[in-house]
């Protein structure tokens, strides 16, 4: 018997759902592999887990870094284990909704179409990580009025324009949470000379990175290395200085939001903004973000309940929507080739 899943494979993470059951996989989106032999251990919480225990001879690879496919054999494993976790076996097939951004080349959607393919998926399918958002926040594929999604995850944003079930068109940028981090380890080096991991920036960044200059905390204690001694240190970095940077990549999506919607017809400009925006991915739960990017576009946002998760919901949805009907699904549907 087949088994439907629908697959959304970040930069910083894998979601896993299958229509009726909900979410049944979600872990970090890497592979941890014996640095001697190269064979892999494990992926996601569990390779996080060994790596911190044995960090000397073991290392982590991203399968997708930035929204895009950085590594095809780590792609291979990762999927290949994350089909066995939703319970594909041989004879427990899968067939894989895979969710990506409009961006993706045909290249990018083979390689991954082959992954899954030699991970157990007997079909692999693919929508566009937007549609599949709104449909999740009850947008109808049927709906000419469509809707705006800024789906601001890790590795990029990606700012797009749905009506009936398609993408009008779209603005990305290798910008999310991962470019913030990297920004933050940077002033760290630079103003405050202390080097920091990336592991260690992102914990800043959840602790104190907000939209609003009223952070809940002052300052944070920040652990890392002299620049210069290599001693091990620590400073206190004011929150003010950590919003400034995020501030900083904030208005780069704010300016893909705003260049996207200059990009489209006005009169389907005026319907979408009319229903307002639809964020999503990681970034939309950073404090005060929702709030500050509706005031600077004069629009409402919603926020779903879950803006990591939305994106496979949406798409475990339209799998039963459209379940008698290919010519439907198709409507809907992202190439291959
Ligand atoms: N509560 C929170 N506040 C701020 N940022 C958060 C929060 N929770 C998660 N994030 C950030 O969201 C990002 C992960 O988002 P998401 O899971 O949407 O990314 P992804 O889908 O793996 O990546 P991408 O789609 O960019 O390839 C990380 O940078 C993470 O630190
Ligand atoms: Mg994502």
Redesign the pocket.
């Known amino acids: 018997m087949a088994i439907d899943i629908v697959l ?1 494979i ?4 894998v979601v896993a759902c299958i229509p009726g059951k909900g979410v049944v996989f979600r872990e970090p ?1 890497l592979v941890v592999y014996d640095v001697a032999t190269k064979e892999v251990v494990a992926i996601g919480e569990n390779g996080l887990r060994m790596l911190s225990e044995d960090p000397g001879s073991l290392a982590a690879k991203r399968p ?1 870094e930035g ?1 895009a496919i950085a590594d095809m054999g780590a792609l291979g494993s990762l999927t290949r284990l994350v089909l066995r976790g939703c319970g594909v076996a041989r004879l427990n097939r899968a067939r894989v909704l895979t969710c990506i951004s409009p961006s993706s080349s045909s290249l990018e959607r083979r390689a991954v179409r082959d992954a899954l393919r030699r991970s157990g998926a007997s079909s692999v399918r693919f929508v566009s990580e937007a549609v599949a958002a709104s449909i999740s926040a009850g947008i109808s594929i049927d709906d000419a009025m469509g809707a705006m999604v800024v ?1 601001a ?4 944003t990606c700012v797009s324009a749905v009506s009936l079930g398609g993408i009008i068109d779209y603005e990305e940028i290798r910008v ?3 470019y913030m981090d990297g920004a933050i380890r940077t002033f760290l080096r630079q103003d405050r000379g202390i080097i920091v991991s990336s592991r260690v920036s ?1 914990e800043i ?2 602790m104190v ?1 907000s939209a609003t200059d009223t952070p809940a905390h002052e300052a944070v204690e920040v652990m890392g290395r002299d620049a210069s001694s290599g001693r091990q240190v620590t400073v206190v970095v004011k929150s003010a200085d950590i919003y400034a940077i995020c501030l900083e990549v904030l208005n780069m999506i704010f300016d893909a939001v705003a260049g996207c919607i200059a990009k489209i017809p006005p009169e389907l400009a005026y319907d979408l903004t009319a229903r307002g925006l639809l964020l999503i ?3 939309a ?3 005060g973000f929702a709030g500050w990017i509706g005031r600077k576009l004069d629009l409402a946002v919603a926020v779903p309940g879950d803006p ?1 998760t939305c994106i496979v919901e949406g798409g475990a949805r339209l799998l039963q929507i459209t379940d008698h009907s290919r010519d439907l699904f198709e409507q809907v549907a992202m190439r291959c080739e």
Request: charged share 25%; aromatic share 0%.
């Open positions: 959304d970040g930069s910083q993470n989106s997708v929204g789906d995850g890790a590795g990029k999310g949470g991962d992102a960044r959840l990175g991915g990681g970034i739960k950073m404090d990591q």
